[in-house]
Structures are given as C-alpha cells and as structure tokens.
C-alpha cells in the first residue's frame, strides 16, 4: 500500500531507488513522460563560459548527470553549466508536445464550478481593461475592409485601428499576467505547509507541485522581464492588484480549497487562451518584431526550457502556453480531490505534456488509478534492484521514482 511506503519508507539506498520506466495503460500516451529536475548534487568548478548561462543542465542533457538525485554511469557533465539545478522541478518539452496544446475547457457541473467560472469571467474584464487587450479576429477586419471597398491594410493600420495589438500591448498584458498567476501555488502551498506544521503530519505531496506552480509562473515573468520593463505606474498596479489578490485567495482557500483549486483551473484556461491567441499572432505575422531574426530570446529562458541556441520568440511562448496548460490540468485535477485525505497523485511523476494539454484534468477515481499504477512501478524498480539489477542493465530510460516520505 502507498500509505504504508509513506508512513514506513523502505530502507533503501537513494541511489538504489530506481525504477524501470513502464507503460501505464490507464492514463499515458505515446509521448515521452516529462522530466522533472532535481538538485542533490555538488556543483563542479564554473568556468568563463558558465557566465552566460542562468542554470544548469537538465537531467536529459548528458550522460552522467542525475536523473531525479541518482547518477547514472557515463561521460562527466560538459564544462560550459555548473553541475546542479537550484530552481524546482519543472517541465522540458520536444516539439511534438509543444505542438499538442489545446483550448479546452472544463465542464461546468456544480454550483461551486458556476461560481467560479463566473468570478474568472470578472477578473477577465478588470484584466482586459487594465492592460487595454482589445484582440479582434481577421473576420472583424476583413468585414471593415469589406465596407471600405479595401482589400488590404498595413500592419501600422490594423494596429491603430485596434484591429491587432503591438509588443507593448503584448508585453503589458502578459507581465500582469504572470505576476497575478504566480499568486495561487504560493498562497496554497503555504496553507498546507503550514497545515502540516500545525497539525504535525505530512502533507501527501501536495506542497512541493504547488510551489513548482508558483515558481514556474515567477520563470515566465523574469523571461519576460527581459523583453521589457514596466515603469513605476505599471508597477504600482500591480502592488494594488497583487494585495488584493493574494488576500482574497488566502481567505478562498481556507474556507474551500476545492473551489480555490477550480477557480485557478478555469483562470489557466484564459492563460492558455491568451498564449495561442499570441501564437497564431505571430503565425498571421501580425507580430514581425518576434520573428526569427527580431527579439533574441533570452539567455534564461533557453536555460530553463533547454531551448536551442537558435530558438525564436515562438518556440518561447509554445513553451509557456504548454506550462499554463500543466497548471490548468493539475488544478483541476486537484479541485476533484478530498483535499483533506487523498494524496497528490503528481506527488510522484507527473503525466505526460500531451496528455496535460489536451484533458482539462481527471477524476478522483482516475487519480486514484494513476497513484496505484505509479506506486507498481516504483514497486518493480525496486525488485529489480533488490534482484541485482543495476542501473546500467535498465538502460538510459531508468528513473527514480521518489515517495511522499519526504514530504
């Protein structure tokens, strides 16, 4: 039983720990599972090249680096990164995934689900009025044209007409963006940190994924921070908005969580929304400054997505896009649990990008069945190691699969 590897944890080496990475028929999908980093080594001696770069490498970079806290045999870690990664877990996507992400929404089943897709559709307004967002479809153009007998417009025009928004228009919309996304996985994460504290017991595994969250979405502002930044009334806002803000989730999650957890649910919808309508901005060329060739992409942000040296503006905002549609799946995921009781399921592996950007969430039940499947496989990785069987022998695919006892 899980309850009792986390109550009573096997007394087992950490670098033993390792499981065979096995098909799980209830909930995967043929895309690679995601990778998430740890940081348990010693960093190595940096070196002038190492000034460049804001992290260090993934687990997937190269052989010999730690996957999940275990070293795996092989080459030593190129000399261009320090050895270790001081940021949280957090998700590297192949083109495929990125590709995979869709709009998608959440059914309104409860009272409680009404009532939060309402209160999202509010703030939406106050945000579209703040940051002045004004997006209209090629249709509503076309229609205009249509009436002035044109049958083409500049970009400068479209974009004085309010027809298309322009990089600081973007750029202000997504900074206020990130700074209010990056509230809910904290506050929460706080709650039932100090939850456990107070009451003296472990939380489940639901602490560490909601500070990733928040962390996470704090990356996306820094990246963007470096494409621009706001002057002092912008930021003036935002001490508003995030006082009011922070204050308000905190008071929501105590008395429900559930809700809490939906309400973040259907505001990552909008965020996903918000990123592929940038998307296909930039794929009707309506945005020609973050072409390849414009906007460099910044050093930090080809850091923490692994994103090649010649990546673009687009490969960035894909990236982002598919981890608001991470968040999006595991907060409604977690609205469906007996918050009090049941485990994180994404405690110990998180499910496939392509399976987080086409669900909107799964069910208790679904949840339980991805615990069990997660749990066997830690279970025969574990045989296979207690039999002899080494790290080497399970191949490149090996994992560590790490209980809740540390959490």
């Given at each position: 039983m899980l309850t009792h590897l986390i109550l009573h944890p096997p007394l087992v080496p950490a670098a033993r720990l390792v499981a065979r990475r096995l098909p799980c028929a209830t909930l995967s999908t043929a895309q690679p599972t995601r990778r998430f980093l740890s940081s348990t080594s010693t960093p190595s001696a940096s070196t002038p090249e190492d000034s460049k770069h804001s992290f260090q490498p993934h687990p997937s970079d190269t052989e010999g680096t730690p996957l999940y806290g275990v070293f795996s045999p092989g080459a030593p870690p190129p000399n261009s990164r320090p050895w270790s990664d001081w940021v949280l877990h957090h998700p590297v996507y192949n083109q495929a995934q990125l590709d995979s992400i869709k709009v998608i929404r959440h059914e309104r089943k409860t009272v409680s689900d009404n009532i939060?897709?309402?209160?999202?559709a509010i703030s939406r307004k106050g945000f579209d009025l703040v940051t002045g967002y004004k997006h209209s479809s090629p249709e509503d153009a076309r229609k205009v044209m249509e009436k002035e007998g044109l049958t083409e417009l500049p970009l400068a025009e479209l974009r004085k007409r309010g027809f298309v928004m322009d990089v600081p228009q973007w750029m202000m919309r997504i900074l206020f963006l990130e700074t209010i996304a990056g509230v809910p996985g904290m506050v929460a994460g706080?709650?039932?940190h100090l939850q456990s504290l107070r009451l003296m017991k472990r939380d489940g595994g639901w602490i560490t994924t909601l500070?990733?969250?928040a962390e996470n979405e704090r990356m996306h502002l820094l990246t963007f921070m470096k494409i621009s930044n706001p002057g002092w009334f912008f930021r003036l806002i935002i001490l508003g908005a995030q006082g009011v803000y922070c204050n308000l989730f905190f008071l929501a999650y105590l008395v429900s969580p559930n809700s809490a957890h939906r309400f973040v649910g259907y505001l990552e919808e909008e965020a996903v929304i918000t990123?592929?309508?940038?998307?296909?901005?930039?794929?009707r060329g309506n945005i020609p400054?973050?072409?390849k060739g414009g906007q460099p992409v910044p050093q930090i942000a080809k850091d923490y997505w692994r994103l090649g040296e010649d990546a673009t503006m687009l490969d960035l905002v894909k990236a982002v896009r598919a981890d608001e549609a991470g968040h999006r799946f595991v907060n409604h995921t977690l609205a469906n649990l007996d918050t009090k009781n049941d485990f994180?399921?994404?405690?110990?592996?998180?499910?496939?990008?392509t399976m987080q950007g086409t669900l909107p969430g799964i069910s208790r039940e679904e949840s339980?069945?991805?615990i069990k499947e997660v749990e066997d496989e830690f279970k025969k990785g574990r045989g296979a190691v207690t039999e002899g069987v080494g790290a080497e022998e399970m191949g490149r695919e090996a994992e560590t699969h790490v209980s809740f006892q540390d959490r």
């Open positions: 939060a897709s309402s209160l999202v706080m709650c039932r500070l990733a969250e990123y592929t309508q940038i998307i296909e901005e930039m794929e400054e973050w072409e994180n399921p994404f405690g110990l592996r998180h499910p496939d990008a339980l069945r991805w």
